[in-house]
């Protein structure tokens, strides 16, 4: 079969026979990867460099990924996978030159978050979770001497990372964090567990929050450390078996006695919740990007198979049913982008986006499991079959409500600063 394209098979009700016979009929759709199936209005607010390097990055998963998107489903992502996306420079977008980045910024990030996540939504979340939420820490915070070892081997994708930010008992309130450091000499050790996190069994390398004074507020008394996971006491209790995203490896930790070197304090000493939370804004823009992407095929199937599937002696895109729906997640995926891409150049000013990066998360991320859920009804019964990719989209859509700030929280944090803005 041609690479980007899916074998449909459906019966067609025989109109000239008996209502209890049906002709089988197959159909294969073409879905061309080389370039979106619709235009988006959304791209006049691109530069004609980003629109180049979007076509660039379909190019490369084209070839590279959309080939074996429905087999790296069954997991773990192929590790020689995020090398190659490492060495087509797609790790580093976001990253200094210094440490092998292309320093093009946020809004180029999210262009390859939407791409790989419209052909894999999981690679896609194993690749981000090792390039900004492990990687932007380091980047902003890490020193020169971090950067080259810890960072850099991470953007070229020979080295892969993790967050350690939730566990067992604390989620959103990040705050309640109970993994502890304690001083011992030149050294720190580590003791707490770390769960759903995304490459924990995969890193080589983790971010880990963690209390060193537990005498004072957690905002004061977190401290950010990065961990090679080759070190003693440092274990993975299980990978958890999860609802969606089966092709990335999300997992529960465990820090037994483990002993760090001082040297590999991330930022300074009880930076840690500052450090945590301006990694969150750049990961809340780049999982609304992904979110483009989970919906952004289940809509495209859903174009093609409307004006495919005939019913009554007619196409169903011919039924406001279906055609309304259509409608509905034009606009959400016109919507969406524009949000997502208002954040992302906020952000590569170096304006706070704290507001603005949760409404487009927490948009789209919504958007996302209605358009596929919506795809899904538009399919039929095809559509709750594995023969097209639409029950993969909106089994992995559902997670991003939930993770990386929960759509509960984030409603939260966006009233909160219309507040501050406007009293």
């Given at each position: 079969?041609?690479q980007g394209?899916?074998?449909?098979?459906y019966?067609?009700k025989?109109?000239?026979n008996?209502?209890?016979?049906?002709?089988?009929?197959e159909s294969v759709?073409?879905m061309?990867?080389g370039?979106?199936?619709?235009?988006?209005?959304?791209?006049i607010?691109?530069t004609?460099?980003e629109?180049?390097?979007?076509?660039?990055v379909?190019?490369?998963?084209?070839k590279?990924?959309?080939p074996?998107?429905?087999?790296?489903?069954?997991?773990p992502y192929?590790?020689d996978?995020?090398?190659?996306?490492?060495?087509?420079?797609?790790?580093?977008v976001?990253?200094?030159?210094e440490?092998?980045?292309?320093?093009?910024?946020?809004?180029?990030?999210?262009?390859?978050?939407e791409?790989i996540?419209?052909?894999?939504g999981?690679l896609d979340?194993?690749r981000?979770?090792?390039?900004?939420?492990y990687g932007?820490?380091?980047?902003?915070f890490?020193?020169?001497e971090q950067k080259k070892?810890?960072?850099?081997?991470?953007?070229?994708?020979?080295?892969?990372?993790?967050?350690?930010?939730t566990?067992?008992?604390v989620?959103?309130?990040?705050?309640g964090?109970k993994?502890q450091a304690t001083?011992?000499?030149?050294?720190?050790?580590?003791?707490?567990?770390?769960?759903?996190?995304?490459?924990?069994s995969?890193?080589?390398?983790?971010?880990?929050?963690a209390i060193t004074n537990?005498?004072?507020?957690?905002?004061?008394?977190?401290t950010?450390?990065i961990?090679?996971?080759?070190?003693?006491?440092?274990?993975?209790?299980?990978?958890?078996?999860l609802?969606?995203?089966?092709?990335?490896r999300?997992s529960?930790?465990k820090?037994?006695?483990?002993r760090?070197s001082?040297?590999?304090?991330?930022g300074?000493?009880?930076?840690?919740?500052?450090?945590?939370?301006?990694e969150?804004?750049s990961?809340r823009t780049?999982?609304?990007?992904?979110a483009?992407?989970?919906?952004?095929t289940?809509?495209?199937?859903a174009?093609k198979?409307?004006?495919?599937?005939?019913q009554?002696g007619r196409p169903?895109?011919a039924f406001?049913g279906?055609?309304f729906?259509?409608?509905?997640?034009?606009m959400?995926?016109e919507a969406g982008?524009?949000?997502?891409?208002?954040?992302?150049r906020?952000?590569?000013?170096g304006m706070?986006?704290?507001?603005e990066?949760?409404?487009?998360?927490?948009?789209t991320?919504?958007?996302?499991?209605a358009?596929?859920?919506d795809?899904i009804?538009?399919?039929?019964?095809m559509?709750?079959?594995?023969?097209?990719?639409?029950?993969?989209f909106?089994?992995?859509a559902r997670l991003?409500?939930?993770g990386g700030g929960?759509?509960e929280?984030?409603?939260?944090l966006?009233?909160?600063e219309?507040?501050?803005e406007?009293l």
């Amino acid at each position: 079969m041609p690479q980007g394209t899916w074998r449909i098979k459906y019966y067609k009700k025989n109109l000239k026979n008996s209502p209890s016979r049906y002709k089988f009929k197959e159909s294969v759709f073409e879905m061309s990867r080389g370039f979106t199936m619709v235009d988006y209005l959304s791209d006049i607010f691109w530069t004609e460099d980003e629109l180049k390097f979007r076509k660039e990055v379909r190019a490369f998963c084209d070839k590279e990924i959309y080939p074996i998107a429905d087999d790296i489903d069954k997991g773990p992502y192929p590790r020689d996978l995020l090398r190659k996306i490492g060495q087509a420079g797609l790790m580093g977008v976001h990253h200094d030159k210094e440490v092998g980045g292309t320093e093009r910024g946020l809004s180029y990030e999210i262009i390859v978050a939407e791409e790989i996540s419209a052909a894999n939504g999981g690679l896609d979340m194993a690749r981000m979770a090792s390039t900004t939420l492990y990687g932007m820490p380091v980047a902003r915070f890490g020193t020169a001497e971090q950067k080259k070892k810890y960072l850099e081997p991470v953007v070229k994708g020979d080295k892969i990372g993790c967050i350690g930010i939730t566990e067992p008992d604390v989620g959103s309130d990040t705050a309640g964090m109970k993994t502890q450091a304690t001083r011992d000499g030149d050294d720190w050790v580590i003791n707490g567990e770390k769960r759903f996190i995304t490459n924990g069994s995969q890193a080589d390398f983790m971010c880990c929050f963690a209390i060193t004074n537990p005498d004072v507020k957690s905002k004061k008394g977190m401290t950010a450390f990065i961990v090679d996971t080759k070190a003693d006491g440092f274990s993975v209790v299980k990978d958890h078996d999860l609802l969606g995203m089966k092709s990335a490896r999300v997992s529960w930790l465990k820090m037994d006695d483990m002993r760090i070197s001082s040297d590999m304090i991330l930022g300074d000493l009880g930076q840690g919740f500052h450090i945590l939370m301006d990694e969150l804004d750049s990961e809340r823009t780049a999982i609304a990007a992904e979110a483009i992407g989970y919906a952004r095929t289940p809509y495209e199937v859903a174009i093609k198979y409307s004006n495919e599937r005939e019913q009554f002696g007619r196409p169903i895109r011919a039924f406001e049913g279906v055609s309304f729906k259509i409608a509905d997640m034009a606009m959400k995926l016109e919507a969406g982008r524009a949000l997502t891409l208002t954040a992302a150049r906020m952000y590569d000013k170096g304006m706070k986006i704290t507001k603005e990066a949760s409404i487009a998360k927490l948009f789209t991320t919504e958007a996302a499991i209605a358009i596929s859920n919506d795809a899904i009804q538009i399919l039929g019964g095809m559509g709750y079959t594995t023969d097209y990719p639409v029950e993969r989209f909106y089994r992995d859509a559902r997670l991003m409500t939930i993770g990386g700030g929960t759509a509960e929280i984030l409603r939260f944090l966006i009233q909160r600063e219309v507040f501050k803005e406007m009293l």
